[in-house]
């Protein structure tokens, strides 16, 4: 049985038999992703945050099995084409928010995921949201990094909407 | 012995200037006539590109970053110029024999002990490229400036590269530096510029010690006696051996320990494969019977009213004045208390892991992230019966190191599994590995006693501590006044499980209580908490003491009790807290303070706003005033002073681990919750340099205050009163 896993962009096939092993190992052992990084094995740290589509999943606790078929977008994918960091990955930089570092894929990773669902959120809504564990504590950082970074993709929206609205200016003119 | 370090410069192949560390050789000792090199330090390339080369152990604490900036100060560097290298730790350095060598990372020493070797080396490397633009120009070496990687000619405004004098640079002498930079003239140090490695763990690429691989090697996790003394009854490992991927399964002997910094190993089986997950899936076949050890029965919570037993036993008295009796027949009140904390797990968020190359069962080649390559390397020669000098250690970033890296017993185990496998051998622990088989913060409990006159003024103070680790009672020392003093510790013999270092060690604990039991003492004579420290900080000491710290603290007293006074009152200020007014916040809501010194180099205070709600705990600020000297980056400080409230604050909220019938309890985050986003409180924070000292370590020093600051807030709020650090 063939399982093929869309990853950052490039397609991958999995060796019979492995269906089982979380998608976790796959990306670390087999294909040399090892951005994505192990911390409990139970879905509970984050460390392990990977994108399903669009969607945050904890790539410890999903199969290959699970998530054949699937697109799946790991740290090492956020850039963009020409190799400019996502604004999550800005704001981090901007705020210094890393420490010893090891959680922060996973926190980029939610963060990114979350800011497609909650563009603008509050405190309280990133207390809900942020579950993932940052043992050297930069929660403070994160924060604001969230809040930077939610900032930034509101413009880059605004901005796309401007470049459109001359179009319509234009349209409405010559109907008057 | 500290012989005098100094420089030496080579030329390296592509005409950079290379700068390493040597120490004379001893006389009449070492027969190497030339002296032995310790390690390189600087390297500037013909492009103009400068290595800076650290022997201190990354952990998130920042001091690759805040090494390099020193250098970088001195140098006159382009800070953009500027990477920073890590050493492998071998044979070749000359200080590789002593125990505990520069290379090993904690007690938060590393800034202080680092400070004068790296201003000297970056000094030494721009008075030498001063000299090679002045020759090369023809003039002489006043006239010549260094600025932002170039030397500059005064007299015409002509400026060299450092890349293009590093080839002259490396065939002069090099001098002997002396004087270096002003702190007026700093455009480097003092600036809050972002860590170094932070691009690479953005995007996903920095390597840890988890994600390394070396040619030809194969995988490994182990599954332990679940208790130290324990052993394997019987096991089964047909189904483990029939998963796929699984190469062998093997036993591993139990190795040796001691108390006090080598924690052996448990052994039990250890599984071999060909891949992480082919180890995790086939530990789970595994059939086991473990054979009980003498910790079977252990139960963290009847340990305590074993510790009971020993009040009042000092095995070790660290302190002793007067004479405590009699202070207590003259006080007007006699207060007294006692305090426990539970044991406390690491939880560092990249489980341990080690890749050994022990083939041949005589030269061992490790890579991994570790706090202490020389002091591991020390006890595997020892535990593996080979020289130190066929050992090496490659570093790699930690994923957390807070005291548990700083023990090699995973290293241990994976030179075992090498050497039986006959292959390099890439060992991973689960975070249940990393849970259960710790070296974990000890179980302590204190007691406290307290004689006061009428007017509150402390006549005797006395500590009796007994503690599952030997490091205790040392931490009082001299803060407040009083008249006799005695303080002392037992180390439970009996403790089931191994202890170790644990950010801040003894100093959290230890302050932990005593700031509670001011705390409580300023209570019982009625008077406000901080004006109470404030009053008892100006009262005198005597001057006979039985201690084993240095005479030199008795004058080191002053300076501390500025420092302390300073930083209280600029916390309270932050807090909106004056002297004698009121701690009270509203209904269920309250401020406490705590201060702290750390080693008498870093101090802290801090200031908790905690409100309780339905009987949960809520710190909703928490208001820090720290000195640690000169501040080298105050990006990276914060940084650490934020990091060090989070640690201080996951076991106040969260507890530790509980034993019972001989086992660790908890296993994973599940059951062993630690602070996330919705715990993490409004930090505010502002540096000082009061006393106007040299740069002092800040990996630790902040975690001290937080729990006995969150207990006197509640206090004050609630009129509830926590003893135990574990207070949700």
Known sequence: MKTTIEINGEYVSVTAGDEDMPLLWLLRDELGLTGTKFGCGIGVCGACTVHLDDNPVRACSMTVKQAAGSKITTIEGLKDKEGNLHPVQEAWMQVDVPQCGYCQAGQIMTTVAMLKQIPNPTDEQIDQQMMNICRCGTYQRIRKAIHIAADTLAKNTVSEVQEAAPLYINAAEEIA | ?728
Request: proline share 4%.
């Open chain 2, 1 to 728: 012995m500290n012989r005098r370090q100094f420089l030496k410069a080579s030329a390296t192949a592509s005409g950079g200037l290379l700068l390493s560390a040597h120490l004379p050789a001893l006389a009449g000792v070492n027969a190497q006539g030339d002296a032995s090199q310790i390690n390189d330090v600087i390297e500037i390339a013909s492009d103009g590109n400068i290595s800076v080369y650290v022997v201190k152990q990354e952990m998130g604490h920042g001091i690759a970053t805040g090494l390099a900036m020193i250098v970088a100060e001195e140098l006159d560097a382009n800070w953009s110029d500027v990477q920073v290298k890590f050493q492998t730790f071998d044979s070749n350095f000359k200080d590789f024999q002593d125990e505990f060598g520069r290379f090993d990372t904690g007690g938060s020493n590393s800034v202080d002990t680092e400070w004068n070797n790296m201003r000297t080396a970056g000094a030494t490397a721009k008075a030498m490229l001063v000299k090679a633009a002045a020759k090369s120009w023809g003039i002489s070496e006043s006239d010549c400036r260094a600025k932002a990687g170039k030397i500059v000619n005064q007299n015409t405004n002509e400026e060299l590269g450092y890349g293009k004098l590093a080839a002259i640079a490396a065939t002069l002498q090099v001098p002997e530096v002396t004087t270096y930079k002003a702190t007026k003239d700093y455009s480097i140090v003092g600036e809050p510029l972002p860590a170094l490695k932070n691009r690479k763990v953005v995007e996903g690429t920095l390597e840890y010690g988890i994600d390394a691989t070396v040619q030809g090697m194969i995988h490994a996790m182990v599954v332990r006696p679940p208790h130290w003394g324990g052993s394997i009854a019987n096991f089964d490992a047909s189904a483990a051996r029939n998963v796929k991927g699984v190469i062998d399964v093997i036993t591993l002997p139990e190795m040796p320990r001691d108390w006090v910094l080598d924690r052996g190993t448990r052994g039990g089986i250890a599984i071999l494969g060909k891949s992480t997950w082919a180890c995790m899936k086939a530990r789970k076949e595994l059939e086991v019977q473990w054979q009980d050890g003498p910790h079977a029965r252990a139960n963290s919570n009847e340990l305590y009213a074993e510790y009971d037993k020993f009040k009042g036993e000092r095995a070790w008295t660290s302190f002793e004045a007067g004479d405590v009796e009699q202070g207590y027949a003259q006080a007007d009140k006699v207060i007294e208390r006692s305090y426990t904390s539970p044991y406390i797990a690491h939880a560092l968020m990249e489980p341990l892991n080690a890749i050994a190359d022990f083939v041949d069962g005589k030269h061992l080649h490790i890579y991994a992230g570790t706090q202490s390559p020389g002091h591991s390397a020390h006890n595997l020669a020892k535990a593996l019966k080979i020289e130190k000098k066929d050992i090496t250690i490659t570093p790699y970033h930690m994923g957390g190191g807070y005291g548990r890296r700083y023990f090699c017993d995973f290293m241990l185990e994976a030179a075992l599994i090498s050497q039986a496998a006959k292959l390099p051998v890439k060992l991973t622990w689960t975070r249940e590995d990393e849970i259960q088989v710790g070296a974990y913060h000890p179980m302590r409990k204190d007691f406290m006693k307290c004689g006061v006159d009428k007017e509150g003024n402390i006549e005797a103070f006395e500590l009796s501590a007994v503690s599952a680790h030997e490091w205790a009672g040392g931490e009082m020392s001299l803060d407040y006044g009083y008249k006799n003093i005695k303080l002392g510790s037992k180390r439970f013999e009996n403790s089931p499980v191994v202890c170790g270092s644990w950010r801040a060690v003894v100093a959290h604990i230890e302050i932990f209580m005593r700031e509670v039991f001011i705390d409580e003492v300023a209570n019982e004579v009625g008077q406000d908490p901080l004006a109470y420290r404030l009053r008892q900080l100006q009262r005198p000491v005597p001057d006979t003491h039985t201690h084993y710290h240095k005479p030199e603290l008795l004058k080191e007293l002053a300076m501390r009790r500025r420092i302390y006074t300073k930083l209280m009152k600029e916390a309270a200020a932050m807090a909106g807290w004056t002297p004698d007014g009121s701690n009270k916040r509203g209904k269920n809501r309250g401020l406490g303070v705590a201060f702290t010194t750390y080693h008498a180099k870093s101090f802290a205070a801090q200031v908790a706003d905690v409100e309780v709600i339905d009987g949960q705990i809520k710190v909703h600020n928490i208001y820090c005033a720290a000195d640690c000297g000169l501040v080298i980056n105050p990006n990276l400080v914060e940084a650490q002073i934020e990091s060090s409230i989070l640690w201080g604050l996951t076991p106040v909220l969260y507890g530790g681990v509980d034993i019972v019938n001989g086992n660790i309890k908890q296993s994973n985050f599940h059951d062993m919750p630690l602070a996330r986003m919705k715990d993490c409180p409004n930090m505010q924070i502002k540096l000082f340099n009061e006393e106007d000292r040299m740069p002092c370590g800040v990996g630790e020093f902040a975690v001290v205050p937080v729990a006995p600051a969150i207990s006197n807030a509640i206090y004050a709020g609630t009129g509830v009163r926590h003893r135990h650090l574990h207070m949700a």
